[in-house]
């Protein structure tokens, strides 16, 4: 038999000062980058460093490394446990990082705004997924709820054709805002509020398991940036490519971390 905690770490109707700083935190962001103004598609966005073909496939190398996501996807969809506070959020997580794959892939075979807006909507509902993951293991269990996943898939994937029709009211290059307060609330929250809030119990994630995926995640960034310098340095591989690769380790991290044996002995008790 499955026992239950009968309370979260803290409990929506008894705030706490880690709620409050929570919320804190989660405003201060998003009204930071509210008074950033419009952020915009860079120009060029769509000129990336390796044209190479490869048995006809254009761009290769860029299409080619999307395959770890689905990989990584497979992986943490088949080892999620039964039973978990978070497991709705993980299962659409891992669904998620899989579709990557796909919509990454084909972005990267034409690169063009379309193929942009296909290719973000999955990583918008991951992010969105994970959030609520994060949230609903260390902070209420609720937001792994499916009616709470609902409305944040929802209100994620709408950021995508935000951001692709906003050229029509903010000029060239559009507004990236939204969709990026999906990658920079758990950037920057995540590493605070894992001190602030205790983990549940063995069947939710450690402290590194969520902390190694963000580190990899900020370096894949990184070598985003620096996509021609990579590949000018190596002559054999663009920053680009090595950015979906340490994306897709990240996730990878995040499937191999499921505690699927402390989830066992706990069943049996």
């Not at 929506?12 to 930071?32: E, K, M, N, Y």
């Not at 809030?197 to 902390?211: H, I, K, M, S, V």
């Not at 620096?226 to 979906?244: C, E, W």
Request: one cysteine or more; proline letters at 7%.
């Amino acid at each position: 038999m499955i026992t239950q905690r009968s309370s979260t770490p803290a409990a929506s109707s008894d705030p706490t000062w880690r709620q409050r700083l929570t919320l804190l935190l989660a405003a201060a962001i998003a009204v930071g980058l509210a008074l950033a103004g419009p952020i915009a598609l860079p120009d060029g966005y769509h000129d990336f460093a390796d044209r190479r073909r490869l048995l006809g496939i254009p761009h290769a190398a860029d299409v080619l490394s999307n395959l770890p996501f689905l990989l990584a996807g497979l992986i943490g969809l088949a080892r999620l446990p039964r039973h978990g506070r978070a497991r709705n959020a993980w299962r659409v997580f891992f669904a998620c990082i899989a579709l990557t794959s796909i919509g990454s892939a084909y972005y990267h075979w034409a690169p063009d705004d379309l193929g942009l807006a296909f290719d973000r909507v999955p990583i918008a509902a991951a992010c969105a997924a994970l959030i609520c993951a994060f949230v609903g293991e260390r902070i209420d269990a609720r937001a792994g709820r499916v009616a709470v996943l609902a409305v944040a898939l929802v209100a994620a994937t709408l950021t995508v054709p935000y951001a692709y029709w906003s050229p029509h009211w903010f000029g060239p290059g559009g507004d990236l805002r939204p969709y990026l307060l999906l990658q920079i609330w758990p950037l920057l929250m995540i590493p605070l509020l894992i001190f602030v809030y205790p983990r549940a119990d063995e069947r939710t994630l450690g402290n590194a398991t969520w902390l190694a995926p963000l580190l990899l995640y900020l370096l894949a960034k990184g070598f985003e940036v620096a996509d021609q310098p990579v590949l000018a340095a190596t002559g054999v591989i663009s920053g680009h490519t090595v950015k979906h690769l340490l994306a897709a380790a990240a996730a990878l991290v995040f499937a191999l971390g499921m505690p699927r044996a402390s989830l066992r002995r706990s069943s049996k008790a």
